[in-house]
């Protein structure tokens, strides 16, 4: 397995140099195809006091979009062809401008996803609702958090295991990144015995697995110390100093969720290091 179409989500001019920067190096070492995909809103009609449509400020409306639209179109095109992957460009319109939700087709025929966190202290107009990739496309999404610089060369990746399907998913969908990483940790939390496994022995055989694709794995079981299973896999982050995490996407609802299920919101909103993420 590899990635051979990987699809960059480019809400806005800040966020575009950010996730470029993480996905070029990509494309190129994996010969993928690039997608860019950016979106904006569909200008809303509006009335002068009249009860007529003004299509002075509906024209000027449709010209900002369009300029910005080919403001990161150039940027893109620009920094693709510099680094000689085989790209291609996708500008799009609907009723929010949100490029996330825009994204939703070209994404379920891609192998890897890449946007940046939502940063909540970005303008409006550069908010994406990123939450839509990760539940709704069904592939692979890797986060370039908003705050911090991403090396994606991913040399060291922490797996965080729980052995649930969703867990499952993203280990196996991350494949590519850690077959290639020096060394990858698959982390589990608060183990438990039950009916069907030993809490003891839960991550042998996924790290087994792994292994057999020439991984270079490590396992770690411990206690969560009586803080959130979001803030201990942070720590364990900066101990190991792991730049890539991996781990299954859970629903919101309660009932659903399982080890991990409340480090997903923790996740999303902190993300110390790049996170691909599965649902």
């Known amino acids: 397995m590899t990635y051979k179409t990987i699809l960059a989500v480019l809400q806005s001019k800040a966020d575009a ?10 494309a190129d070492r994996f010969s993928a195809h690039l997608i860019g995909v950016h979106a904006e809103a569909i200008p809303v009609p509006y009335v002068t006091p009249m009860g007529f449509p003004d299509t002075d400020f509906i024209a000027a409306s449709a010209e900002q979009n369009q300029q910005r639209s080919e403001e990161i179109k150039a940027l893109f095109d620009a920094r693709a062809t510099r680094d000689g992957v085989s790209f291609e460009w996708q500008a799009m319109e609907n009723v929010s401008g949100d490029s996330a939700v825009s994204a939703l087709v070209a ?8 946007v940046q966190q939502a940063d909540p202290d970005g303008n409006s107009g550069s908010h994406a609702n990123v939450e839509t990739l990760l539940f709704e496309s069904g592939r692979p999404v890797l986060f370039v958090p908003y705050a911090v610089s991403v090396n994606s060369n991913f040399k060291k990746v922490l797996v965080a295991w729980n052995g649930t399907q969703q867990a499952a998913r993203a280990t196996f969908d991350a494949l590519p990144f850690i077959k290639q990483a020096e060394q990858t940790e698959i982390l589990l939390l608060d183990a438990t015995d039950s009916a069907q496994q030993d809490g003891a022995m839960a991550g042998v055989d ?9 991984a270079n794995v490590t396992f770690a079981s411990q206690a969560s110390g009586g803080v959130g299973a979001g ?7 900066a101990e190991t100093g792991a730049e890539l995490l991996v781990m299954g996407a859970y629903s919101q609802s309660w009932l659903k969720e399982f080890f991990f299920g409340g480090a997903t919101r923790t996740l999303l909103e902190s993300m110390p290091v790049a996170t691909l ?3």
Do not use: F
């Open 231 to 237: 803030e201990a896999i942070e720590n364990r982050i």
């Open 107 to 114: 994404a379920r025929a891609s192998d890897l996803i890449i």
């Open 17 to 26: 140099g950010r996730v470029l920067d993480c996905a070029l190096p990509l």
């Open 206 to 214: 996924i790290a087994a697995a792994l292994a057999r694709h020439g």
């Open 277 to 279: 993420m599965s649902r």
